[in-house]
């Protein structure tokens, strides 16, 4: 047995070899050591880093999307579907522009607790507020903690300072300042009637370390129902693109847990096997794609909720089965070398990932299909709530030159660049 797994490394290595000498291999980025698959193998090949969803999922889900919208919309998103097809992969390009960008796209909920999650603020404002630590600096030199989870105000005062948070604090959210006005703070502590006497004051934000997927939906909801009030073609694009990105991670289940790759559980690479590998292989193939027409959501917000849940009740069977599987699968016919979009790369054998297919029982698919509807169902709900406007006359909007630049610039540093944050398939 042991001379049979011998023999098949080397006939590998020699397909290998030989597809290197036809057509020089591209290889993508190679994972951190802390990251990469356990191969069971020697292959001398770096095991290829998937984006969420994998560029072709994301690109299908907005590109389908389209095709489920009424007359009245789909007279301006048809001429566009190929903006929103290419540009459904941006978000993950700017998880190498920027730091904000990453924790858009997962939220962690067992770090929150258990189900129903009751304690878990559903509003962003309540969320940061209570996952915010407000510190001061004495003249002595002195830094105390004065509100936070470890100091929490009294019921009385949460409402004014609910108010002062939201005018102080959450302005510099995204401008990576964290150094608070005293002069502000100062007042408030006034009105409270505190004695301190800060020098300097500053925050220190634990949300967004274990993701704020949630709150960024209901956040894209509001920002497409405006650019369809105000008729603004381009940023409609724009937004639609992004939020059929957001809508769709909320559907996979590692976008809502710790054990995001099976860091945890000996189950390193499992993120991109479920939600890259699987629908590559098979969803051109034997996916249904007719979800049915949109439909219009009363409570948005909640909807977004109920979304990362669902997922989420999903977490155990993606990594129970996983786990079985590769116990009682032969080890030489787990991972192969394989090319995917012209990049030679280890990942798991096609039979392999026929055989998690069927003991999830088509769940890839059933998620799949779910995020084509609710993104259409988002969208139509935008465009519902904007008044209904018409889309007609509105035409296929021009890029500036700035909007180019930009483009190449994000272009080049994701070709170029380092996830910023935390460095997996999020």
Same mark, same amino acid.
């Given at each position: 047995?042991?001379?049979? #797994?011998? @023999?098949?490394?080397?006939?590998?290595? %020699?397909?290998?070899?030989? =597809?290197?000498?036809?057509?020089?291999?591209? !290889?993508?980025?190679?994972?951190?050591?802390?990251?990469?698959?356990?191969?069971?193998?020697?292959?001398?090949?770096?095991?290829?880093?998937?984006?969420?969803?994998? #560029?072709? @999922?994301?690109?299908?889900?907005?590109? %389908?999307?389209?095709?489920? =919208?009424?007359?009245?919309?789909?007279?301006? !998103?048809?001429p566009n579907i190929d903006y929103v097809t290419d540009h459904a992969v941006d978000p993950d390009m700017r998880r190498y522009a920027t730091k904000h960008e990453g924790p858009r796209h997962f939220i962690d909920l067992d770090i929150h607790g258990h189900a129903p999650f009751a304690d878990l603020p559903r509003q962003w404002t309540d969320a940061l507020m209570a996952h915010t630590d407000v510190w001061i600096v004495k003249s002595t030199g002195d830094t105390v903690l004065l509100f936070g989870k470890q100091k929490p105000l009294q019921e009385v005062w949460q409402r004014d300072y609910k108010k002062w948070f939201s005018s102080q604090v959450m302005p510099r959210f995204y401008q990576d300042e964290t150094e608070l006005n005293v002069d502000s703070l100062q007042t408030f502590l006034d009105f409270m009637g505190r004695k301190e006497r800060p020098k300097s004051a500053f925050y220190q934000e634990h949300l967004s370390e274990h993701g704020t997927l949630p709150w960024n939906l209901q956040r894209m909801q509001r920002q497409l129902t405006e650019a369809f009030r105000?008729?603004?073609?381009?940023?409609?694009?724009?937004?639609?693109?992004?939020?059929?990105?957001?809508?769709?991670?909320?559907?996979?289940?590692?976008?809502?847990?710790?054990?995001?790759?099976?860091?945890?559980?000996?189950?390193?690479?499992?993120?991109?096997?479920w939600e890259s590998r699987i629908p590559e292989l098979f969803a051109d193939d034997s996916y249904d794609y007719f979800v049915g027409k949109p439909e219009y959501v009363e409570r948005p917000e909640d909807w977004f909720w109920q979304m990362v849940f669902d997922s989420n009740k999903m977490v155990d069977s993606?990594?129970?089965?996983?786990?079985?599987?590769?116990?009682?699968?032969?080890?030489?016919?787990?991972?192969?070398?394989d090319m995917r979009s012209g990049m030679m790369s280890v990942m798991p054998c096609r039979d392999f990932a026929a055989a998690y297919q069927d003991a999830l029982n088509g769940m890839v698919e059933r998620r799949l299909r779910s995020a084509i509807h609710s993104v259409g169902s988002a969208w139509y709900t935008a465009w519902i709530d904007a008044g209904e406007p018409d889309l007609s006359k509105m035409g296929a909007p021009v890029l500036s030159e700035e909007e180019r630049i930009e483009a190449e610039r994000l272009r080049k540093t994701f070709e170029q660049g380092k996830i910023l944050g935390r460095a997996e398939d999020h």
């Open positions: 047995m042991h001379r049979l #797994f011998i @023999a098949r490394i080397v006939v590998l290595s %020699l397909i290998f070899i030989g =597809l290197c000498a036809l057509r020089p291999a591209r !290889f993508s980025k190679p994972l951190p050591a802390s990251a990469t698959i356990p191969l069971h193998t020697d292959y001398p090949v770096p095991v290829n880093q998937s984006p969420d969803w994998g #560029f072709f @999922a994301h690109k299908r889900i907005n590109r %389908l999307a389209v095709l489920t =919208l009424p007359p009245e919309m789909m007279v301006f !998103f048809k105000q008729r603004d073609g381009r940023r409609i694009l724009k937004l639609a693109s992004d939020f059929g990105h957001y809508i769709g991670d909320a559907h996979v289940p590692l976008h809502t847990t710790s054990n995001y790759n099976g860091q945890k559980t000996e189950q390193h690479g499992i993120h991109g096997f993606v990594l129970t089965f996983e786990k079985a599987l590769r116990r009682s699968f032969p080890l030489d016919r787990q991972m192969c070398p």
